[in-house]
């Protein structure tokens, strides 16, 4: 009956700790855009009013391009008096309203387009893309997996340097695999840009701006502990 090697090194059982690595570079399948929509009144309806109004437009352009746009969402609203200066009963001058919007889009073919004609809109402001990669990407399981592979591979060169062979696993810990790209501010080549007001009556839409994709880079990192056969020293 043949013993099981225990967990922890002893001379006639060795253990021998390595690292592995992984470092992947991938295409991003996705490009997140940030919009904001403002508006300036002297009437607090009719800021409100013009909001809504181009609010409503963006939404709607959004939304012409399909499953191009895997997701829309509104974030912080606001709508803020301003004050006359040095004023002593507190009359509004102004009221500024503001809200915030974030695409994340799956096809970079109409990204080009989008940004234009998100930012040739009224008192609109883009920001981005943010290139990156989904949650659930199967790159970051690949980068694991190399991560693995790579921590197997050392583990026997230590070994077969030693005239040994690997004997059992006794401890795998996965310290992550995350994509580095930031969500914002964008990272270096990402396109930034900004646009207020629209375009002048009667001309020609701006053209679609050409816009390639940042690839992205995947790490994973794991220890591992092995057992192995007594060394020919």
């Given amino acids: 009956m043949t013993s099981t090697p225990p967990s922890y090194g002893t001379p006639e059982h060795p253990r021998v700790a390595v690292r592995g690595d992984a470092r992947l570079e991938v295409d991003p399948e996705i490009a997140r855009v940030g919009i904001t929509v403002t508006a300036r009144g002297k009437d607090r309806r009719n800021a409100l009013e013009d909001l809504t109004r181009r609010n409503n437009h963006v939404l709607e352009l959004a939304r012409s391009y399909g499953q191009a746009i895997e997701k829309l969402e509104t974030g ?75 921590a197997v591979q050392r583990a026997r060169e230590y070994a077969d340097a030693l005239g040994a062979q690997l004997t059992a696993l006794v401890e795998l810990a996965d310290l992550g695999a995350e994509n580095t790209a930031p ?25 679609a701006l050409d816009l390639e994709p940042q690839r992205q880079t995947v790490y994973a990192q794991v220890n591992a502990r092995f057992i192995m056969s007594p060394p020919k020293l």
């Fill in 76 to 150: 912080a609203f606001s709508i803020t008096p301003e004050l006359t200066p040095q004023s002593r009963n507190e009359k509004v001058r102004a009221y500024h309203g503001r809200v915030h919007i974030t695409a994340v889009l799956n096809d970079f073919t109409a990204l080009g387009e989008f940004t234009t004609r998100i930012a040739d809109l009224e008192m609109t402001r883009v920001n981005g893309p943010w290139w990156g990669l989904r949650p659930g990407s199967p790159a970051h399981a690949d980068a694991r997996r190399q991560a693995v592979r790579e």
């Fill in 183 to 207: 969500p914002a501010p964008a990272a270096p080549g990402a396109m930034r840009g900004a646009a207020f007001g629209a375009a002048a009556p009667g001309s020609a839409p701006a053209p």
